[in-house]
Structures are given as C-alpha cells and as structure tokens.
C-alpha cells in the first residue's frame, strides 16, 4: 500500500464544475503539499498544509490531521486548470517528499 | 517575488556525456532539494543541502553529484550519462528556521540520446 493515495486518479469535468481532488497518508506528517504539474513537467506549489484550510483564489486546500486526509477543491473549474495535481508529504520535518502518484485534470470547455 | 530558477531549460546530451544542472534558490532560503521524474514515474528524492553541506541522500546514482555553494546555488553533475538518466530535474529551496514551505524550480528537463 502507497503511503500517499490520491483519488481519482484521472479526472474529466465541464467548465464551471466544482472539482475535487483527495489525497490520504498512512504516515506521520509534518506537512502536506498540493503541487500543480503541467505539461512539460513544470511544478507550482499551490499549498502547504499543516492544519485547518487555505483559500487561494479559486482554490480551496483542506486537511484533517486526525483522519491524515487532505482535498483540494477548485471552484468554477476553467479548461486552464487542465493538469496534473499532486499531493506530497514531509515526513516529520526530515523535508523528504512522499509523492502521490497525481490525479490528471482536465477541465472541457 | 523571485521564485527557484533553474538552467537550463532543456538539455541534450549523448550517452557517456557528462552533464550540470544548476539551481537558484529563492534569495535567503539556506536548503535545496534535488528531485528526478523520469517518464511517467513519480519524482524521487536525490540529494538535498541545508548551508552548503550535504543533509539528506536519496536515491542519487554514485554517477552524480552536488554541491552548494557560498551564494547559495547548487549545481547537480552527472557523469557517464546513460539512457536512463533521461528525466526532468526539479530543484526547490526552503527556509528550514522558518519552516517555510518548498518552492519548486521549473525544472531541467534532460534527454540523454
């Protein structure tokens, strides 16, 4: 089993569709990640989590510690956010990643 | 604001070659993290440093190796290149006293021919 599992792996929505994205950990966690890759492999971190939420515009990062799960939400999804989301975790502040395998967005116009 | 830079872009090189990637981490940030995804595989933790000496080592072949240097920068070098080595290099920085988070280069993207 995966110490980092995201769900769903792939994902096609209609423009304007709230989305979702979930990433669960088996580990002890210092902090998670939500990373966006686009084509080309270009990373942007988009959050970093260690508790409650975080609001960048149209996104919307959560995570519970006590459940070790975390959901990034996008809301009024635009064909631009087409991409691969990541989900990564620091294990205990030793700052090495635990990747998630990425769940590939695309949104339709 | 500045973000992670890194160089070059791209880069083709031939088998046996011998190849350096650099970084620059954001102004003040004292880590750098080096990280390799190959073709649809998952990134995977090489090396990092936190003031210029090396703190963690993952899964950096004997073939490489990195530094850091007095400004900062780290430079990744490769040797003896092979057909495997063919991947994307992110690099990323933090501000380990401050428990920033990590901010990613936009990678190096490397085809070994």
């Known amino acids: 089993k995966n110490e980092v599992e995201q769900s769903p792996q792939n994902l096609t929505a209609q423009e304007g569709e709230f989305i979702t994205i979930n990433c669960s950990y088996s580990v002890g966690i210092s902090a998670l990640h939500w990373l966006q890759q686009h084509p080309g492999g270009g990373i942007v971190s988009l959050f970093m989590l260690s508790s409650g939420k975080k609001k960048h515009g149209r996104l919307i990062a959560t995570i519970n510690i006590q459940e070790k799960h975390s959901s990034l939400h996008i809301t009024a999804s635009h064909p631009r956010d087409s991409a691969v989301y990541i989900c990564?975790?620091?294990?205990?502040?030793?700052?090495?990643?635990?990747w998630g395998a990425g769940t590939k967005l695309i949104i339709k116009p | 604001a500045a973000g992670v830079i890194q160089s070059p872009r791209h880069l083709i090189k031939e088998k046996r070659e011998t190849a350096t990637l650099k970084c620059y981490p954001i102004?003040?940030?004292?880590?750098v993290y080096w990280y390799q995804q190959g073709p649809g595989q998952d990134p995977q933790f090489l090396i990092s440093?936190?003031?210029?000496?090396?703190?963690d080592k993952g899964s950096i072949p004997d073939r490489f190796s990195a530094q850091q240097f007095s400004d900062y920068h780290s430079e990744l070098n490769m040797s003896s290149l092979e057909l495997g080595d063919s991947a994307l290099y992110f690099c990323?920085?933090?501000?380990?006293?401050?428990?920033?988070?990590?901010?990613f280069g936009n990678g190096t993207r490397l085809t070994v021919t």
């Open positions: 102004p003040r940030h004292d880590t």
């Open positions: 990323a920085s933090s501000l380990v006293s401050a428990n920033s988070p990590l901010h």
């Open positions: 990564a975790v620091e294990v205990d502040s030793n700052y090495q990643l635990i």
């Open positions: 440093f936190y003031e210029k000496m090396q703190s």
